[in-house]
């Protein structure tokens, strides 16, 4: 199992467990520990993972961080732990007080749940006020799954950590920002833009009427680009399944020909849009369809007791099947075949139960 995976299982294993966690000791069991386990440290092994590591401070002795992770006898992350649903407030850390009386070059505060890297970009040995690196296991992309790698015992390296670590603080308040702009632009934002377009002067007026327009060009202007993208991805893939596919002679029965099955492209498309979907779920290989004259099935492992969805695209109005844990099938009208993506919870359960079932009888 590659760390990618490791991660994600992980991050299933969160989901499950949080509310049944009620004490931060049982966050730390449950957990913290297992997260540490998987960037390859012996939790067990005091020479790699030191539990509630003594960190003396002035007068103050005995004073303790939750864990260190060991490297050549010496800290190199400090981390402390909350319960799961408490808060992450930095300025009541005890990370900020440790963090200079030791030598280790990075903190750790994490709920099990949100987990916050800190260094000394602002002033050498004293840890800063923001993190540098922060995600939610639970929502974790992958390019953050490769940012944590790097802290993986494999691939550990400070030098390395730290070259990236002022790009990585700097983008992510970028990109909150940018956000904050987006949702709700400023007039700063907006005069900015209005300046470029609108030859009268700007009146108070005229920055409330820009900053509606601002705010519904943004929006549009995002949705456009993620529908351009989509599309071009799967043509993509609909051209390498073309390439890729080996002409096959049949022999069609009386009972065939007369049916006049044929897969439309909106059909297709429609089979792809499901397998975007359920990519981050299981492995594209096992989505397949088969087409009858009435609808168009969507299965797991091609096996027609495992069907995802159904799709009914040929007649005056479109509709998706889709099924519950008895299987049975509910008709949803969509307008396109792009409204499929709003029912991607749906099939992601379906297929998730379909491997409970097949992980149950094994």
């Not at 505060?109 to 639970?138: A, H, Q």
């Not at 297709?268 to 299981?282: C, D, N, S």
Request: hydrophobic share 35%; net charge negative.
């Amino acid at each position: 199992m590659d760390f990618r995976d490791e991660i994600k299982l992980f991050a299933d294993r969160v989901e499950k467990l949080k509310d049944q966690i009620q004490t931060e000791e049982a966050t730390k069991n449950a957990l913290i520990m297992p997260f540490i386990k998987a960037l390859g440290y012996d939790v067990f092994n005091p020479f790699e993972v030191m539990p509630e590591f003594i960190a003396d401070i002035g007068i103050k002795k005995g004073e303790k961080v939750d864990y260190a992770i060991m490297k050549d006898g010496q800290p190199c992350i400090l981390i402390e732990c909350k319960h799961w649903g408490e808060s992450l407030d930095p300025h009541n850390s005890q990370l900020f007080r440790y963090f200079h009386t030791t030598s280790a070059k990075f903190g750790l505060l994490s709920n099990g749940i949100i987990y916050r890297f800190y260094t000394d970009l602002v002033e050498p040995n004293k840890m800063d006020e923001k993190p540098f690196f922060e995600f939610n296991v639970t929502d974790i992309r992958d390019n953050q799954i490769e940012e944590l790698k790097k802290f993986h015992k494999s691939y550990f390296d400070v030098g390395n950590i730290q070259n990236t670590a002022s790009e990585l603080k700097y983008m992510n308040e970028l990109k909150t920002l940018i956000n904050a702009e987006f949702q709700n632009p400023s007039e700063g934002f907006v005069r900015h833009f209005a300046r470029q377009i609108y030859q009268g002067m700007l009146t108070a007026k005229i920055v409330e009427q820009f900053t509606g327009l601002t705010k519904k060009s943004i929006q549009q202007y995002i949705n456009d680009l993620i529908t351009e993208r989509l599309k071009s991805a799967l043509k993509k893939e609909n051209e390498a399944e073309q390439a890729a596919a080996e002409p096959e002679t049949v022999n069609l029965t009386e009972e065939d020909k007369g049916s006049k099955i044929e897969t439309t492209e909106e059909e297709r498309e429609g089979f792809l849009i499901v397998k975007t979907i359920l990519r981050q779920k299981v492995n594209a290989s096992r989505i397949a369809f088969r087409d009858a004259q009435s609808y168009f099935a969507i299965l797991l492992d091609d096996n027609n007791r495992k069907t995802i969805c159904r799709l009914y695209l040929n007649g005056s109005k479109r509709y998706i099947g889709t099924f519950d844990e008895q299987k049975k099938e509910t008709r949803i009208e969509i307008i396109t075949v792009d409204d499929i993506f709003k029912h991607a919870d749906q099939l992601h359960k379906t297929v998730e139960k379909y491997d409970a079932e097949k992980a149950a009888a094994n």
